[in-house]
């Protein structure tokens, strides 16, 4: 996948230069471009090495020390598996773990082709449907792993 380049919005470069000084700045600042991004794209993160006097490597250091810190731009789709106690129990790991194998990407992830990322959640406040996966708000529950392969082919003749 060509790595995307984002460009640095006014209102970011305001923060920035507003907790320039100040300490924790580094943590501060990666919330604020994950949330204008959705995730910490590579040349935001030289861009705020510079501005920081921060070494890139310690960027990276802290946003992959911090699973809510994402490297990837979300997929279109995102697929959140429930692995709360209810569908742990009644096997929602395994259902995460044949979303990855499907979609050849780990947790975290997104396919080459931005469609799809999966992400693993805590209850999702339907453990009687458990286990659960949820697509864009849309609830698939009492999965089983031959269900996979149909949720993904779903949202993909969806396009
Ligand atoms: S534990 Fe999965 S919905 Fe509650």
């Known amino acids: 996948m060509s790595e995307q380049l984002e460009t640095m919005t006014p209102e ?7 907790w320039k000084n100040k300490p924790g700045n580094l943590i501060m600042v990666l919330h ?4 204008t991004y959705g995730y910490i794209p590579r040349n935001i993160a030289i861009e705020i090495s510079e501005m920081l006097s921060v070494p890139l490597a310690k960027i990276y250091g802290v946003v992959t020390f911090y699973n809510f810190f994402k490297l990837q731009k979300a997929g279109k789709y995102i697929i959140q598996v429930c692995l709360g106690t209810a569908c742990y129990l009644r096997g929602g790991d395994d259902i995460i773990k044949e979303f990855e194998r499907k979609l050849g ?30 697509v864009n708000g849309e609830v ?4 089983e792993t031959k269900n996979v392969d149909s949720i993904i082919e779903k949202y993909r003749t969806l396009g």
Do not use: W, Y
Request: one cysteine or more.
């Open 12 to 18: 970011l470069k305001a923060f920035i230069d507003d």
């Open 32 to 35: 604020k471009v994950q949330q």
């Open 105 to 134: 990407i780990g947790v975290n992830a997104t396919t080459p082709d931005g469609m799809f990322s999966i992400e693993a959640v805590r209850c999702l406040g339907c453990c009687g449907l458990a286990p659960v996966a949820v």
């Open 140 to 143: 698939h529950g009492k999965l």
